[in-house]
């Protein structure tokens, strides 16, 4: 059996995911009667990323999704990049927003000035001025749900990293 095909289109911080069927109809709404709760859940992320259960929505995740982020901005050094938490959101999506949770693949890849985000507190406290990096923690929580988290050699020169 042949695995249909999924467009993935990256922007800046986010994706968008469009199966064959969106293609045919391409409309993502949800039916009047979603059975919809009003409490963001974490199902796989604590903290970070949270989504609404939507276990009768017209569109599901699917599973075997594989999903490419490419983060190129920095948000304020002193606080968590924005974009991270919407990493979380993805994988939370898949843990458990939808009917049952599904399996999902998830690399980001660091490019420009998110390449910073990666650095140890030690490095990072260097170049910022600040007491820690506010992103480790979250990057560790990526990292231990699966999530391959991948720096651009080229960016991590340009910024003056070995």
Same mark, same amino acid.
């Given at each position: 059996?042949?695995?249909?095909?999924?467009?993935? !289109?990256?922007?800046?911080?986010?994706? +968008?995911?469009?199966?064959?069927?969106?293609?045919?109809?391409?409309?993502?709404?949800?039916?009047?009667? !979603?059975?919809?709760?009003?409490?963001?859940?974490?199902? $796989?992320?604590?903290?970070?990323?949270?989504?609404? #259960?939507? &276990?009768?929505?017209?569109?599901?995740?699917?599973?075997?999704?594989?999903?490419?982020?490419?983060?190129?901005?920095?948000?304020?050094?002193?606080?968590?990049? #924005? #974009? +991270?938490?919407?990493?979380?959101?993805?994988?939370?999506?898949?843990?458990?927003?939808?009917?049952?949770?599904?399996?999902?693949?998830? $690399?980001? !890849?660091?490019?420009?000035?998110?390449?910073?985000?990666?650095?140890?507190?030690? $490095?990072?406290?260097?170049?910022?001025?600040?007491?820690?990096? &506010?992103?480790?923690?979250?990057?560790?929580?990526?990292?231990?749900?699966?999530?391959?988290?991948? !720096?651009?050699?080229?960016?991590?020169?340009?910024?003056?990293?070995?």
């Amino acid at each position: 059996m042949q695995r249909p095909l999924h467009v993935v !289109v990256g922007f800046f911080c986010g994706i +968008l995911l469009i199966t064959p069927q969106m293609f045919k109809t391409f409309h993502l709404f949800l039916p009047p009667k !979603v059975n919809a709760t009003n409490e963001r859940i974490y199902p $796989a992320i604590q903290e970070h990323g949270g989504v609404f #259960s939507l &276990p009768n929505a017209s569109y599901q995740p699917l599973s075997g999704s594989k999903l490419l982020v490419d983060l190129t901005n920095n948000d304020d050094p002193n606080k968590l990049n #924005s #974009s +991270l938490d919407k990493v979380a959101r993805y994988l939370n999506i898949y843990a458990g927003a939808g009917k049952e949770p599904v399996k999902v693949e998830i $690399a980001v !890849v660091f490019h420009g000035d998110a390449t910073l985000n990666i650095l140890n507190n030690k $490095a990072y406290r260097l170049k910022y001025s600040t007491e820690k990096n &506010p992103n480790i923690s979250l990057l560790k929580k990526l990292h231990a749900h699966g999530v391959k988290l991948i !720096v651009c050699g080229q960016s991590l020169r340009t910024c003056g990293q070995n």
